[in-house]
């Protein structure tokens, strides 16, 4: 088994979705992708390429705000000295570990999961984070 795929490559694949037109070129797309993918990476990647973090049947949500989602992308550029790469699982496990913060203190939790998150990220890794 190989390593996991890096998120960078599941972002440039949606801006390359958002400036492609045809609908038989974004299956193409998107097929080739996720054919390259690790089994266990695929569930996660079409729910993000769907802008959605959780499936359907999750009764979990992300409840994040506005205000904390602002607040995370102000502190972005305080970025960690040692971080790995960003990858599909990554983001997975980052995003259901804010849906599961619950009870006192979960806001600030949720924020600070999100800002950490987003302090791994480039640019395109953000913007794409951000839109799910």
């Known amino acids: 088994m190989g390593d996991e795929t890096r998120f960078a490559e599941l972002a440039a694949l ?15 797309l998107v097929s080739r992708f996720l054919k390259g993918l690790l089994c266990d990476e695929v569930s996660a990647a079409v729910l993000l390429l769907l802008g959605w973090v959780l499936p359907e049947d999750d009764s979990r949500v992300l409840q994040v705000g506005f205000k904390a ?36 203190g979960s806001r600030q939790r949720k924020g600070s999961l999100l800002q950490g998150l987003l302090s791994e990220a480039s640019e395109l890794e953000a913007k794409w984070i951000l839109k799910s």
Do not use: H, Y
Request: with cysteine; hydrophobic share 30%; glycine share 6%.
């Open 14 to 28: 949606c801006e390359e979705l958002s400036a492609t037109r045809g609908r038989n070129e974004k299956i193409e």
């Open 69 to 104: 989602v602002s607040r995370a992308q102000e502190r972005r550029g305080q970025t960690r000295l040692a971080s790995s790469p960003l990858t599909i699982m990554k983001v997975d496990r980052f995003f259901k570990e804010i849906a599961s913060a619950t009870g006192p």
